[in-house]
């Protein structure tokens, strides 16, 4: 493998990214490459032994995150590095910061025992700091380990697909994807009984609109399906015992929901887009509702 990644670079120079935004998406996707080997090997593992997975996981994160902070850690403009990971950012202390990263190095690493697909976020803030709304984000892409591992990837230009060839290069598979304005799937997290009542009179609504549930426990792939199959909703909403539902602001959802808007569709907690939260502290949680604009916007009436 030597990562040429030539048409990623090119789609990269042709939307006119900056040199050094273009190389830390590249460092990134070469980390990752080397993530999806590890996970290939940590499936045979537990497909040969089908023992401790839990232990496994926890290295598979722990390991992925590694790779990716001393990826970005090298670059000598970034600001920091904040995963989820970590309790605190990883401040780099390089003196002219153009870029901060946050990552999610392995999102729905429980899944790796079941051999379901699992994701890598990453949002690519301006600036020293990553703690600021969504609308700051340079950049936003996702890496998703399944039957084929995809990026999947915007800058505010448009959202594109990125597949990893057999010969380990990224090669583009689609661009300007977008979504349409209602879809036919529902993916809804969370725990029903404890489901708000408007939640769950907005999931028996879509229910009785004929939505076909779609939910395989993982927020890339779930995000992804909606984004692929060209419309639909993922929610994981506020929760009666977790009123900030269970996702994270600036590791998962903001690049998401940059992601999504990019195509067309709407990313909110119910009363505000998601990328216009302000940003409190570095794990800070919130509900989300994101995918087609008809039903973001139908909760939004329940919650009226
Ligand atoms: P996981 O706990 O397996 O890492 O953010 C974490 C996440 O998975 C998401 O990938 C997924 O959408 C969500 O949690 C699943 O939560 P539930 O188990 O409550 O459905």
């Known amino acids: 493998m030597d990562h040429k990644d030539v048409q990623l670079r090119k789609y990269l120079y042709d939307e006119g990214i900056d040199p050094d935004l273009r190389r830390l998406i590249h460092a990134i996707s070469v980390a990752s490459k080397y993530i999806s080997g590890k996970i290939n090997e940590a499936n045979r593992k537990l497909a040969g032994t089908r023992n401790a997975s839990n232990e496994e996981q926890l290295e598979l994160d722990k390991l992925s995150d590694l790779i990716l902070s001393d990826t970005v850690g090298e670059l000598d403009y970034i600001g920091e590095y904040a995963s989820e990971e970590r309790d605190e950012t990883l401040v780099l202390n390089n003196p002219h910061p153009k870029y901060s990263v946050t990552i999610d190095p392995l999102d729905g690493s429980s899944l790796v025992d079941v051999n379901l697909s699992i994701g890598t976020i990453v949002g690519i803030h301006y600036g020293k700091t990553v703690l600021k709304h969504g609308r700051n984000l340079a950049a936003a892409f996702y890496i998703l380990y399944g039957p084929l591992t995809t ?77 692929m199959k060209k419309g639909g909703i993922f929610s994981y909403p506020a929760l009666k015992d977790a009123p900030e539902g269970k996702l994270r602001l600036l590791f998962e959802l903001q690049p998401l929901a940059f992601i999504l808007e990019q195509a067309g569709g709407m990313a909110t907690n119910g009363r505000i887009d998601i990328l216009d939260i302000p940003v409190n502290s570095l794990h800070q949680r919130s509900p989300i509702y994101i995918g087609s604009k008809y039903e973001v916007n139908l909760f939004k009436e329940y919650l009226k």
């Open 151 to 227: 990026l999947v990837y915007t800058s505010g230009q448009g959202v594109c697909e990125f597949v990893l060839n057999p010969e380990g290069e990224f090669v583009l598979a689609q661009k300007n994807i977008t979504i349409k304005e209602k879809g036919k799937i529902y993916s809804p997290g969370g725990l029903k009984k404890s489901w708000t009542d408007e939640h769950k009179e907005f999931i028996e609504r879509l229910e009785n609109e004929d939505y076909k549930l779609r939910y395989s426990g993982g927020l890339v792939p779930d995000v992804n399906q909606i984004l």
